[in-house]
């Protein structure tokens, strides 16, 4: 029987991708309000308690809301906001780092926002094996296209003023920092430098190491061998070994369609190191992320109808 899933925030960027892409599967029947019905707390209160799955595309505090309005032990929820990402009693959507079966099993996951994606796809497993010290103060580099913001920074793009790049951050408090912090197991909050161009979707992450500096001294080869060793069966990260390029583009025939390659950059003695996660902020950074969770959570392979055409 088709599992029920509920998108709440459906017609928003995330929330109309995984449409898009859950539009030919019939292992599952999506539950889609009106456009009238769509911000109606009653009306949402229903489709949350119907649904198997309710996949949450919203504002945080509008997530929250919306987890407060189930009251049933049954609908298990994929959460595409920062409300849950290191709150306790939700399990952190990224197979990869925690194991298919958690997520095959989990009640309520948090999806990883899309800049810790690459961030803690590189720094993670590296931390976890040894091989970089969990008390480095990292640094983390980013460029992101315009859709990571959402609808308000995807009408601020495509008024007709669009800066043609814009940095940000300079708080230092960006939301993601707890999440980056806690899921790669760090004793510091990173120093995170994030950026925004001109172009819908895509993002390089980016994380420059002096490792002639740590105490461990790791070499570049050995974090790639072990990236590579640690994704080997996973089949939505890639680890690019060989003819590596010089430059990285962000355009849409680029990109990984919904999956993620990661690379280690080294200079000739391989003491210094850009470790650098191309991935679609849409795909695995969001909706492709919250498909391949759902795919897990009704026990199908990860992958399913993961490739959307663009
Ligand atoms: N864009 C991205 O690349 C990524 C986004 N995320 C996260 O996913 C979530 C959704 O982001 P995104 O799709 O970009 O945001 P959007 O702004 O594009 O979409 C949010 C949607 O939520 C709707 N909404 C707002 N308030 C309510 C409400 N009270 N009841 C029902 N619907 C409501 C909005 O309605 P309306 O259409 O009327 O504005 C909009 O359709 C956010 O938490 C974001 O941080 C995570 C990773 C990447
Ligand atoms: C370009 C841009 O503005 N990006 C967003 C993050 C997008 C994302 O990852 O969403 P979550 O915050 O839910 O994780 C930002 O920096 O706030």
Known sequence: MALSVFIDGGAGTTGLEIRERLADRDEFELLILDEDQRKDAAARR???NDADVAILCLPDDTAREAVALIENDRT???????????AEGWTYGFPELIGTDRVAHAKRISNPGCYPTGFLALVAPLVRVGL???DWPYTVNAVSGYSGGGKALIERYESGNAPGFRAYGYDLSHKHLPEMK??????????FAPAVIPVFRGMI?????????MEMEPHAN???????????????????KANLPNEL???PDALPNDGMELFVFANKGGWNTRLVARLDNLGKGASGAAVQNLNLMAGLPETTGLKLDR
């Open 46 to 48: 229903e489709a949350l």
């Open 132 to 134: 970089l010290p969990a």
């Open 249 to 251: 583009i962000i355009e």
């Open 222 to 240: 050995a974090l790639q061998e072990a990236l590579s060793e640690f994704y080997d069966s996973a089949p939505v990260v890639s680890v690019i």
């Open 76 to 86: 298990r929820v994929i959460d595409a906001s920062s409300a849950h990402r290191v």
């Open 182 to 191: 806690a899921h790669a197991g760090l004793t510091h909050l990173v120093l």
């Open 205 to 213: 992450v980016e994380v420059p190491l002096h490792l002639g500096a």
